[in-house]
C-alpha cells in the first residue's frame, strides 16, 4: 500500500480535534453501515428461502469471489486490503452460519427465529 493510496482514505476524514469528534464521526458512520448490514442479512434469508439443499449454503468460490471483489475495492477507495479482507471473511462466516439457522428454520416451522 502506498501513501499515495493511503492519503486517498485520508482525505475523505474529517478532522479531528479530539477523541469525542473522533467518536462522533465513528457512531455516525455506524449508523449507516449497520442498516446496510441488515440489508445484507436480509438477502442471506432470501438465499436460504431460495437454495434447494442445505449443502449450497457455502461456496467456496463465490467467498473469493467476494473477497478478490473487497480487496479491488479497498485499493480503489484507499482502503487497506488484508484488513477488509479479515473483515469480510468473517462477516462471511457469520452471513453463512446465519443462512445455515435460516435455511432449517424455513424447512422446520417449529423452529423460533434465527438471531
Not at 428461502?49 to 449443502?55: G, L, P
Not at 479497498?74 to 443462512?99: F, K, N, S, T
Amino acid at each position: 500500500m502506498s501513501a499515495e493510496t493511503d492519503l486517498r482514505a485520508i482525505d475523505r476524514v474529517q478532522h479531528c480535534e479530539s477523541m469525542q469528534d473522533v467518536r462522533r464521526n465513528v457512531d455516525a458512520l455506524d449508523d449507516v453501515l449497520v442498516p446496510l448490514l441488515v440489508t445484507r442479512m436480509g438477502y442471506m434469508r432470501q438465499a436460504a428461502r431460495i437454495k434447494a439443499d442445505a449443502s449450497l449454503v457455502r461456496d467456496e468460490a463465490r467467498i473469493e469471489a467476494i473477497v478478490a471483489r473487497v480487496r479491488g475495492r479497498a485499493v480503489a477507495e484507499g482502503g487497506q486490503p488484508d484488513m477488509m479482507e479479515a473483515v469480510y471473511r468473517h462477516l462471511m462466516e457469520e452471513c453463512i452460519a446465519y443462512e445455515h439457522r435460516e435455511f432449517a428454520r424455513l424447512r422446520d416451522p417449529g423452529q423460533t427465529a434465527a438471531g
